[in-house]
């Protein structure tokens, strides 16, 4: 358990960001604990505000039940009534229930090669603070990076307290390969970090007051799209920054592997110029711009606009990396048996000029193609999803354990 601190609540956690696994239904608290985080669930993910009346339809648990908990909810600020609704009938009118806003927020904090970011979300899922700081941390120097992370990380503190609402917890999103059994970043290349102990360069910072989660910025940035996309089940997300990353959505949940390392699309190894090389190296946001002749600080908004003017060099530089995307897209695809895939980060923007070459390969290489086709999309979840999915994944903890946190009203 851990401790409770001021403007922060104190809610068991669980390795690897996941929400709580099966529990015993034998004691009669354990059931109250189950029911709560069921109710609060369906508040928080319902696509309209939801009756309690609804709520009791839906989860099978009497309407006495169901209204204990939600004022329970009402109580800990974590819900919030509407004014009712005109009843269309006998009997009393129904009262909307929705998210609290503005009590419990989460941080999305994020390190990438050439920016750190944090955005604060709360339990309506409304973004309350944002800040992104340029940067370039190409150097392999962890202890510049995980300080310009902090500083964003106090301003957002700063906000929270002043909006007088409480922080869940912090999510720290990385270009890498983070041990979610023991904690260190084992190696982000594009960083040129190799087992760095990020948890202790953070060290007493109050951000991990509430005990500071990491995970790999692809994984969170699908995380993120799967809750764009509620009615998209499983698909194949293709992150592009300075490198490449992916990540497999399996039913609307990450798939993260034995370790938490699947899904680096980037590092698929093609043969391209003569030599195995790996797709990151051939198609990230700095090979791009070198190969539309294109300065590093123009970035993605203007090799966007260079490719919508018609530049020749621009366009011919992304009909290659819709090529090699395709054809790394195809290899996993035939491995994992996926008939969507979701192009994301860099690529979103730039998803009509690399469509094209995509499906083609996609068409050309998936064995399964002539009877199931695999579609292609640009992202939903908007500009710096991992931030969103890190945040989210703290939420989606705090409503798994909302017993833990009515218990302090």
């Given amino acids: 358990m851990v401790t409770r601190r001021r403007g922060a609540l104190a809610v068991p956690r669980h390795p690897g960001g996941g929400a709580a696994g099966p529990r015993s239904g034998a004691r009669q608290e354990t059931l109250r604990e189950h029911n709560i985080a069921i109710v609060l669930e369906h508040i928080v993910t319902a696509s309209e505000p939801i009756s309690r009346a609804r709520i009791a339809a839906e989860t099978g648990l009497t309407r006495g039940t169901v209204s204990a908990l939600v004022d329970r909810l009402i109580e800990a600020r974590l819900v919030t009534e509407l004014e009712p609704l005109a009843a269309s009938g006998a009997g009393r009118p ?28 709360d339990l309506a899922r409304r973004t309350v603070f944002e800040r992104v700081e340029p ?90 799209e799967a809750a ?3 009615d998209t089940g499983s698909f194949l997300y293709v992150s592009g920054e300075v490198g490449v990353g992916g990540a497999i959505v399996l039913d609307g949940e990450v798939f993260a592997g ?7 699309l980037g590092h698929t190894i093609l043969h391209a110029d003569g030599a195995g090389r790996r797709l990151e190296q051939l198609i990230g946001q700095d090979a791009l711009l070198a190969a539309a002749g294109l ?27 819709g090529d090699l995307l395709g054809t790394g897209l195809a290899n996993a695809v035939n491995l994992l048996d ?36 695999v579609t292609v999309s640009a992202a939903q979840a908007g500009p710096f999803p991992a931030l969103t999915g890190g945040a989210l994944s703290v939420l989606r903890t705090l409503v798994a354990q909302a017993h833990a946190v009515t218990a302090q009203f």
């Fill in 94 to 121: 129904a009262v909307p229930l929705v998210p609290a806003r503005g009590t419990v927020v989460a941080l999305g904090l994020e390190i990438n090669v050439d920016y750190t970011a944090v955005r604060a979300l």
């Fill in 135 to 224: 940067g370039d941390f190409r150097a392999g120097e962890p202890e510049r990076a995980i300080a310009s992370v902090l500083a964003l990380a106090d301003g957002a503190l700063a906000h929270v307290e002043r909006l007088g609402a409480r922080l869940a917890g912090a999510c720290l999103a990385l270009p890498g390969l983070v041990d979610r059994r023991t904690g260190p970043l084992r190696v982000a290349p594009n960083l040129a970090w190799r087992d760095v102990d990020v948890l202790a360069l953070v060290g007493d910072h109050p951000v991990a007051a509430r005990e500071l989660w990491l995970a790999n910025e692809a994984n969170l940035a699908a995380r993120a």
């Fill in 228 to 230: 764009a996309r509620a």
């Fill in 258 to 264: 034995a370790h938490g390392w699947s899904g680096e």
């Fill in 295 to 321: 300065d590093l600080a123009t970035g993605v908004d203007g090799l966007v606009a260079a490719a919508d003017a018609g530049d020749p060099r621009a366009l011919e530089a992304l009909a290659r990396a």
């Fill in 338 to 373: 996926l008939d969507h895939v979701v192009l994301g980060g860099i690529y979103a923007p730039l998803a009509e000029h690399l469509r094209p070459g995509v499906e083609e390969r996609l068409r050309a290489h998936v064995i399964g193609g002539p009877w199931v086709e």
